[in-house]
């Protein structure tokens, strides 16, 4: 389906119809990740952003069916980062070069607002050069303005599906739909840069639910979409569904890439999980920040979103050097920066 790749280059959009014929059709990869590899150097060069995640807590009070540290999980180790642990874990980043941390955890109570602006500020005060990014989950406006007054420059909610049915069937009934999606037009409201994005191969996911997360993003206009394989854990009501693939991750990273040609689109773990050479696979697909994990060993054990999460970090230097060497074999270079989204050259 050149026609319909060209075409999505070119216009940067697609009917649902267009999507859902593209997506049912053979795809000439080869070629579509060309394209998408034009369009990433266009914008970003060769430059690959490198952002230092931090599991700050394993408590969740919610119980997606998909997820390992939901709420039901009762052979989960629970874990916390305290202020203290977080800010150790960014200066060891920001020695190695990290100038991105990105918090993330399950929703815990513990994280008042107050605990939070109070990490967030700390943070900024020791490094005043570095963005962080937030992952903590569904707040109100109010709080989210205050982690945004407090300092904080960037926040990831995966959408998960832009299907209301879908969604419903990948969350407990008490989670709302409407709630995902109006928490990432409040967050845009707010000024922080924001990230959405969805499982490839969930349970019940379809070419139609796939084109309606196209036209959802393509709605949103997001700075940043996270997208990985769904990964089955062992504990949760999923354990015995089928893996998303990684070949239909890579695709539709490219794809995203035509569609929000400057994106910051990570190669993510999941991804890396299922493939050794995801992280490299997913930059030649047309990803552009890969987010090595920061967490100290304990979180990273326990951070057990689904099976054989991949563990090794980038908290020892030699990890580090190893990763930039990777993406210095494929043609690409990991930089100090920020790595800020940019505004459309043309
Ligand atoms: N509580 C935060 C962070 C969630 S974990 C929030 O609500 O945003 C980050 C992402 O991991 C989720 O958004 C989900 O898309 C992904 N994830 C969870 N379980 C997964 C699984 N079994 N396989 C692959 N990805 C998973």
């Not at 707040?139 to 879908?166: C, F, I, M, P």
Request: hydrophobic share 30%; charged share 30%.
């Amino acid at each position: 389906m050149k026609s319909l790749i060209d075409k999505l280059e070119r216009e940067n959009t697609l009917s649902k119809e267009e999507w859902i014929t593209l997506l049912e059709s053979k795809i000439d990869t080869e070629y579509l990740f060309e394209r998408a590899r034009k369009v990433q150097s266009e914008n970003y060069g060769n430059d690959v952003y490198i952002r230092g995640l931090i599991e700050i807590s394993n408590y969740c009070k919610n119980d997606c069916l998909y997820c390992g540290i939901r709420c039901s999980n009762k052979n989960v180790k629970r874990y916390r980062l305290t202020k203290e642990e977080i800010l150790s874990c960014c200066k060891n980043g920001y020695e190695l070069g990290f100038r991105t941390f990105v918090l993330q955890g399950g929703e815990d109570k513990f994280y008042t607002d107050d605990l939070m602006c109070d990490i967030i500020k700390s943070i900024k005060k020791n490094h005043p050069d570095c963005a962080i990014t937030l992952s903590i989950g569904e707040k109100t406006k109010e709080t989210y303005q205050k982690y945004k007054n407090a300092g904080a420059d960037r926040y990831l909610l995966r959408h998960e599906t832009a299907d209301k049915k879908h969604y419903q069937s990948l969350h407990p009934e008490k989670m709302s739909f409407e709630n995902r999606q109006k928490c990432l037009f409040d967050l845009k409201e707010v000024g922080f840069q924001v990230g959405c994005g969805f499982m490839v191969g969930s349970p019940y996911q379809t070419s139609e639910t796939l084109a309606k997360d196209m036209l959802f993003i393509k709605k949103l206009n997001p700075h940043m979409v996270g997208i990985g394989p769904f990964i089955s854990q062992k504990d949760s009501p999923f354990k015995d569904m089928k893996n998303g693939s990684a070949d239909k991750t890579l695709i539709f990273v490219a794809l995203l890439r035509l569609m929000l040609p400057n994106a910051l689109l990570p190669a993510t773990t999941a991804l890396g999980t299922l493939l050794e050479d995801g992280r490299e696979k997913g930059i030649l697909a047309g990803a552009n920040v890969v987010m090595p994990n920061l967490s100290p060993k304990f979180a990273k054990e326990n951070y057990t979103l689904y099976d054989n999460k991949l563990s090794t970090g980038c908290e020892e230097a030699s990890h580090l050097l190893e990763l930039k060497k990777r993406i210095e074999k494929i043609g690409y270079k990991i930089v100090i920066s920020r790595g800020d989204y940019k505004e459309r050259r043309k």
